[in-house]
C-alpha cells in the first residue's frame, strides 16, 4: 500500500542481580543479562531509520508496544511482540562517519563532573 516499513533489534542491557546485589565474574566485572527487541518504524522514520542507522549505532527509542498472535503452519498458536516507534534518536553516530567530521563525535566520557 504503499508504506514504508523498517525492522531493527535492539538490545538492551542490564547487570545480573542474585540476592538483591550486581553479580560479578572472576575478573570483577559486573555480569550483564541482554534482551533483544523487535522494532517496527513506519513511513517517513522508517525512512529515516533505513538511511542513518547502522549496526552497532546507540539509539532512544520511544514508541508502544504491540502484541500479535498468529497460528502457525502446524496449528499451534504462536505470540510477537514488537514495539512501534513513534520517535526515534540517535544517540552516537554511525563509525563510518566518526573520522569525517571529530567535532561532531560524542565526547560524554570526556565530561569532568
Not at 523498517?6 to 545480573?16: D, G, I
Not at 570483577?28 to 525512512?47: A, P, Q
Not at 547502522?54 to 520511544?62: I, Q, R, T, Y
Not at 497460528?71 to 562517519?97: Q, T, W
Amino acid at each position: 500500500g504503499g508504506t514504508k516499513i523498517t525492522n531493527f533489534s535492539l538490545a538492551t542491557s542490564r547487570p545480573r542481580l542474585s540476592e538483591g546485589r550486581v553479580l560479578r565474574d572472576e575478573n570483577g566485572y559486573r555480569v550483564m543479562d541482554t534482551e533483544w527487541h523487535r522494532i517496527t518504524c513506519f513511513n517517513g522514520l522508517g525512512k529515516t531509520v533505513a538511511e542513518h542507522c547502522e549496526k552497532g549505532m546507540k539509539v532512544l527509542v520511544h514508541g508502544r508496544i504491540h502484541y500479535t498472535k498468529w497460528i502457525d503452519s502446524m496449528g499451534n498458536d504462536r505470540y510477537g511482540c514488537e514495539i512501534i516507534a513513534e520517535k526515534v534518536d540517535f544517540l552516537s553516530r554511525p563509525k563510518s562517519a566518526e573520522n569525517e567530521n571529530p567535532e561532531l563525535v560524542d565526547r560524554d566520557d570526556e565530561i569532568p563532573f
